[in-house]
C-alpha cells in the first residue's frame, strides 16, 4: 500500500509539473487542493455566489498555506440567471447539473479576463478514485471505473474552447489514468477512523502535503461548494406547478422537476430541436437523443444509465 500511495504521488506529480498551465480553477476540494499543492505558482480562481458556499473557507484555507495568488469571483443571483441561456446554448444542453457548469463558466471568464490561456482543473479525479457517494454501492466497481475511463467528458472541456482557452486535467494524463486503473477498489473506497472514505488511497497519497482539514474533507459538489445550488428553488418558483403539468403532457421529455422543463425551454429558444439518434446510436428514454451504446449518461438532457447496485 504504502508504495502504491508513493508511486500514484510521483506519477501525478510529474504530470502536473510537466504541463505550463498559468491558472486553476480553484474549489478548495480535495482535487484541485492537491495539484495547487505541486505547482503554487499559479493563479488559483474561486468562484461563488453571493460570498456563500464552503469553497470559500477551504480555498482561502490552502491559498494562505501555500500562498497562492487567490482571486475570488463573486457572482450575483440575477448575473447567474441571465447566464444560464448562454451557457445551455454553448454546450448544447439541459442537464440539470447546469449549476456545476456555472461555477466553471465563471471562473473561465475570469481567466479570460486576466489573459490567462491555459488553466487547470481537477476533472476525472472523482471518477478514477471512487469519489462519489454512490460509488459505494457499486457491484464490481473496479469494472465501473475502468468503463467510466474511456467514455470520460467534462463541460469544462467545451467551456474553455469557447473561451479560446486550452484545459489542463492532470487526473486524466493517460499516465494517471493506467496507474488509477491498477489500484484495487480497496484501496479507493476504504474505511478510516470509523468513516467509509471515497479517494483514500489519493488522500493517503498527499497527506504530508496539505493541512488535514483539505485531506479528510467530504466531497462537495461544485454547485454546493460556489453556493450555486441555491439557484435550484429560485428557478423552480417561476413555475407554478399548474403551469409543470401541463407541460409535462405537452413535451415528449421526462423531466425531473420544474428546474428541468425551465432548462429545457431555454435549449429550445437557445439549441432548437433534440438530435435524432443515428443508426449507430441508441435512443435516449429521457429525451430521445442519440447517445452511444457504451454510454453512461446522456449529455443532452442528463439522464442517468443505471449501473449494478448493491
Not at 489542463?168 to 467509509?196: C, E, S, Y
Not at 443532452?300 to 448493491?310: A, E, Q, S
Request: glycine share 6%; net charge neutral.
Amino acid at each position: 500500500m504504502n508504495e502504491i500511495s508513493k508511486n500514484l504521488k510521483d506519477i501525478l506529480s510529474n504530470t502536473v509539473r510537466r504541463n505550463a498551465y498559468k491558472g486553476l480553477l480553484f474549489s478548495g476540494g480535495l482535487d484541485s487542493s492537491i495539484v495547487a499543492s505541486i505547482n503554487p505558482k499559479i493563479t488559483a480562481i474561486t468562484v461563488s455566489l453571493k460570498s456563500t458556499g464552503e469553497d470559500i473557507h477551504y480555498s482561502e484555507l490552502l491559498a494562505r498555506s501555500l500562498n497562492i495568488k487567490h482571486i475570488f469571483r463573486k457572482v450575483e443571483i440575477d448575473e447567474a440567471i441571465e447566464s444560464i441561456p448562454r451557457v445551455i446554448k454553448i454546450l448544447k444542453s439541459f442537464d440539470p447539473v447546469i449549476p456545476n457548469d456555472l461555477a466553471v463558466f465563471f471562473g473561465l471568464s475570469l481567466a479570460k479576463e486576466l489573459g490567462i490561456d491555459e488553466i487547470a482543473s481537477g476533472d476525472g479525479s472523482d471518477e478514477l478514485f471512487g469519489g462519489y457517494s454512490f460509488m459505494k454501492k457499486i457491484d464490481n466497481l473496479e469494472s465501473y471505473i475502468q468503463r467510466i475511463s474511456e467514455k470520460m467528458s467534462f463541460s469544462s472541456n467545451e467551456l474553455c474552447e469557447f473561451f479560446g482557452i486550452k484545459m489542463t486535467q492532470p487526473f486524466i494524463n493517460r499516465d494517471v489514468i493506467d496507474f488509477a486503473l491498477q489500484i484495487p477498489a480497496d484501496l479507493k473506497i476504504k474505511k478510516h477512523n470509523g468513516k467509509v472514505w471515497g479517494k483514500w488511497i489519493l488522500r493517503r497519497a498527499f497527506e504530508n502535503l496539505l493541512p488535514p482539514e483539505i485531506i479528510w474533507q467530504d466531497k462537495r459538489p461544485l454547485e454546493y461548494g460556489s453556493g450555486m445550488t441555491k439557484l435550484r428553488e429560485i428557478i423552480c418558483s417561476k413555475i407554478s406547478d399548474a403551469e409543470f403539468e401541463e407541460k409535462k403532457k405537452i413535451y415528449p421529455i421526462n423531466f425531473l422537476n420544474k428546474e428541468h422543463l425551465y432548462y429545457y425551454e431555454i435549449y429550445r429558444k437557445e439549441v432548437g430541436e433534440i438530435p435524432k439518434p443515428s443508426d449507430i446510436q441508441k435512443e435516449c428514454k429521457g429525451c430521445g437523443a442519440g447517445i452511444e451504446h457504451t454510454s453512461f449518461h446522456c449529455k443532452v438532457c442528463g439522464h442517468v444509465l443505471n449501473w449494478r447496485i448493491r
